[in-house]
Structures are given as structure tokens and as C-alpha cells.
């Protein structure tokens, strides 16, 4: 190969392997959180509308959204760093909600 052509390999690689771990590490995080919720908690795959692993801005970088199908309005976030806890909830629809309305909501002892 010629100067030229690895220059080009790795520029591609420059660009690919950050998206590649991007993308692979969301879906870590999904399954990590899936499993738990399985077979830790025992909900049932129909029971859940939604697990997406997400690539954010704040610390840690990578955490999980669940939105459960009982409660479609609330997205719980879930931190897959050693072990598997929710951290948060979230209205998706802005209103209010208090703790003692939620369904799946896990509090963190």
C-alpha cells in the first residue's frame, strides 16, 4: 500500500471507531438494563414499551430510558455502571408527578 492509502485507512478508522463504540456501548447498557429487569425484577418483555440506551452529555455518558407500557407517560432513567439502579423519573408529557403515583418506580437504598 502507498502512503496515500493508509492516510485514507486511517482517517476512516479516525471517524468510524468512535462510532462504533458509541453504538456498542448503548446497546450494552439496553441489554444490561433488559436483563436486569427480567430476570432480577421479573417483568415480563410485554410488559415494557421502551428500553433505549443513550449516549448523553452529562456524567456518566451512557445510561438507559425504560418507559414501562403501565405507565406510558413516565420515563424512568436506569445507570448500568457496575450494578444495574434506577436513577430518576421524568413525566414525558411535562405534568407533575409524585412518587406515590408510579408504578415501576424503584427507590434507591
Known sequence: MTKKKYLIVFIIAIIILPVLYVQSNKVMFANRVTEYLI?????????????????????????VVVIFKDEENIEYT??????????????????????DELKNYEPFN
Open 39 to 63: 430476570e432480577e425484577k421479573g417483568y415480563q418483555k410485554e410488559e415494557i414499551k421502551l428500553i433505549k440506551g443513550v449516549w448523553g452529555k452529562k456524567l456518566p455518558t451512557f445510561y
Open 78 to 99: 436506569y445507570f448500568a455502571h457496575g450494578n444495574v439502579r434506577q436513577v430518576e423519573f421524568r413525566a414525558i408529557d411535562g405534568k407533575s408527578v409524585t412518587v
